[in-house]
């Protein structure tokens, strides 16, 4: 579990790789990930955008941008929380992602509250040595 405030917007975010999702042999690793967003602050805050960075175990780095998340632009008034869940394909068995989600309150002012980064990695098979 990977955590950051900003302004009092608590982001948490839970990474799981998803080997019903991925084919290792097609360079095809799938995560899955749950961000659960409170608002520990005294005013109403909505979330507009969001940006990723994402970064490959190789170092190539893709960047999304876009409306809301998961469809919706959820409104969180002090207290109260919003959680999803999204996924990442990645073509290499590891990488991180990392990023701000787009903030406005009530009289219009926006700010960027902070997406921890986190790691995202395939369970490794364990050897076992006699």
């Not at 990488?95 to 990695?121: H, K, W």
Request: aromatic fraction near 10%.
């Amino acid at each position: 579990m990977y955590k950051a405030v900003t302004r009092g917007i608590s982001v948490t975010v839970t990474p799981r790789y998803m080997p019903e999702e991925s084919s290792p042999d097609d360079h095809r690793y799938f995560f899955a990930y749950t961000v659960e967003i409170i608002n520990l602050g005294l005013e109403r805050v909505q979330l507009r955008a969001r940006y990723w960075r994402i970064t490959d175990e190789q170092g190539r780095v893709q960047e999304v941008r876009g409306t809301g998340v998961v469809g919706e632009e959820p409104v969180l008034g002090p207290g109260e929380s919003y959680s999803y869940t999204s996924g990442c394909p990645l073509t290499t068995p590891s990488g991180t992602m990392q990023g701000s989600y787009v903030m406005e309150t009530a009289n219009g002012e926006r700010f960027d509250a902070e997406i921890p980064a986190f790691s995202l990695d395939m369970p490794r098979n364990k050897r076992v040595l006699h």
